[in-house]
């Protein structure tokens, strides 16, 4: 079973750092993008950032210059180093990868992670 997995969210002070990861495991051939989203409470889910299999980037305007995406093709991992943190940051975040897997459903996936809480104190 093809599966994402985050860690890394929690309480933080304003000013403060997180670095997120999510790692895709199973029967996995080739991971074409990974990303992250959030969603705050009575919002919508949003993109944050995106990266694809050759490294290009794409981030959400609110989160530019403070957020950085980044991945390990060799663990199939996926980061968000989050500095300079603000309250209006707090959300659940869900990482995101398109894939293709070779499990018990063959073929070209669109997954998401299960979120991981980020909470940002003024």
């Known amino acids: 079973q093809v599966q994402l997995v985050e860690s890394g969210g929690g309480l933080v002070q304003a000013g403060g750092s997180l670095r997120l990861s999510c790692v895709a495991s199973?029967?996995?051939?080739?991971?074409?993008?990974m990303g992250w989203y959030r969603q705050a409470p009575g919002k919508q889910r949003d993109l944050v950032a995106d990266i694809t299999s050759g490294g290009s980037t794409n981030y959400a305007d609110s989160v530019k210059g403070r957020f950085t995406i980044s991945r390990d093709n060799a663990k199939n991992t996926v980061y968000l180093q989050m500095n300079s943190l603000k309250p209006e940051d707090s959300a659940v975040y869900y990482c995101?990868?398109?894939?293709?897997?070779?499990?018990?459903?063959?073929?070209?996936?669109?997954?998401w992670g299960q979120g991981t809480l980020v909470t940002v104190s003024s």
């Open positions: 995101k990868s398109g894939l293709v897997s070779s499990g018990s459903v063959i073929g070209y996936l669109e997954l």
């Open positions: 199973g029967s996995i051939v080739s991971i074409n993008h």
